[in-house]
């Protein structure tokens, strides 16, 4: 028993070491994500569209997109436990994409207008 108590002991400080690298790389990602992804300025993007009243549209068509994207990711969730029969999945799914791509495309006009 002092054998197998030790052995558990070993292994419970080696995990506890493991999580302390992975939550210090995590915390080093999120620094990374966080310089890499901030914008200089958020509106810069749609300054030029302001204009031309293009930046309303876009807006609520990427909305939508993402949106449907969303709701994909839920109905993934309802599939893996059991919610959803993979035929109804792919049903939803179906129409969801249809949705999202008519979305993307309104985005891309309204931007390139």
């Given at each position: 028993?002092?054998?197998?108590?030790?052995?558990?002991?070993?292994?419970?400080?080696?995990?506890?070491?493991?999580?302390?690298?992975?939550?210090?790389?995590r915390g080093q990602l999120l620094?990374?994500?966080?310089?890499?992804?901030?914008?200089?300025?958020?509106?810069?993007?749609?300054?030029?569209?302001?204009?031309?009243?293009?930046?309303?549209?876009?807006?609520?068509?990427?909305?939508?997109?993402?949106?449907?994207?969303?709701?994909?990711?839920?109905?993934?969730?309802?599939?893996?436990?059991?919610?959803?029969?993979?035929?109804?999945?792919?049903?939803?799914?179906?129409?969801?994409?249809?949705?999202?791509?008519?979305?993307?495309?309104?985005?891309?006009?309204?931007?390139?207008?």
């Open positions: 028993m002092d054998h197998v108590i030790r052995d558990l002991e070993e292994e419970r400080m080696r995990l506890e070491h493991a999580v302390a690298a992975s939550l210090a790389h620094a990374w994500l966080c310089t890499a992804s901030r914008a200089p300025d958020p509106g810069a993007a749609l300054a030029p569209h302001a204009a031309a009243g293009d930046a309303p549209r876009w807006l609520e068509s990427k909305a939508s997109e993402l949106a449907a994207d969303d709701a994909m990711d839920a109905l993934g969730h309802a599939l893996e436990n059991g919610d959803l029969s993979f035929q109804e999945y792919i049903k939803r799914v179906k129409v969801l994409a249809r949705e999202q791509f008519f979305h993307c495309y309104a985005a891309s006009t309204s931007m390139n207008a």
